[in-house]
């Protein structure tokens, strides 16, 4: 077991609060959980942010775990310093060219997906309760579930750590049974249209230019 010295980079639980009340700030504000299962489905969410950030900055977990299972085998000298938190840069080397690509492409998921909650947040909220079909919802039925996905995608990417791995595929399921539910509701109130508005756009990916129906 590596020896924890003044490399160790973690409890830093300012910086935990800060990061947990952004990005929760920013989500809560967009998915606007009202019902009960809405409030249920953003717990899924909260608990996800929570668990990252408590690892990124305060308690490093996985570390703790791959240590401990690897001992001398494990990868980086100083395991606890902040760079080595990088399970990417650590296991597949690539230094900080790696790091860089990275950052590149886990920041450009979660601008994507708060632009696309954004996106979607605003068309809702100006329909006043008419069925939005138009903008982002021309290429998907569920901007904002898809955009919490693309924003959570890119937090796997950037930090990757055992539990927010394990949570990720029931972040995904929460959403999906709330989606299923609330296209129920939207059936019955808006009939045939919603229904053929469900056979031509897809649920959360857009279809690919071409591609099959």
Request: hydrophobic residues 50%; charged residues 15%.
């Amino acid at each position: 077991m590596h020896s924890i010295g003044p490399s160790y980079a973690y409890g830093i639980w300012a910086l935990v609060l800060v990061n947990i009340a952004l990005f929760l700030f920013f989500i809560l504000s967009f998915l606007t959980p009202v019902k009960k299962r809405e409030w249920r489905s953003a717990g899924v969410a909260t608990a996800f942010i929570i668990a990252l950030f408590t690892e990124m900055y305060g308690f490093p977990l996985t570390i703790y775990v791959l240590t401990a299972a690897l001992g001398a085998r494990y990868p980086a000298l100083n395991p606890f310093a902040h760079e080595s938190g990088h399970l990417w840069v650590t296991f597949l080397g690539g230094g900080g060219a790696m790091l860089a690509v990275i950052h590149l492409i886990s920041d450009g998921l979660i601008l994507a997906g708060f632009f696309i909650m954004a996106a979607g947040w605003r068309k809702v909220h100006g329909a006043k309760g008419a069925l939005v079909t138009d903008g982002v919802y021309g290429y998907v039925r569920h901007p904002q579930y898809s955009g919490l996905f693309l924003v959570t995608v890119g937090l796997l990417i950037q930090w990757p750590t055992i539990i927010t791995v394990l949570m990720w595929p029931v972040l995904i399921l929460a959403y999906y049974r709330l989606a299923k539910r609330e296209e129920k509701e939207m059936e019955k109130e808006f009939g045939a249209g919603y229904r053929k508005y469900m056979e031509e756009v897809p649920m959360f990916m857009p279809r690919m230019k071409g591609g099959a129906g």
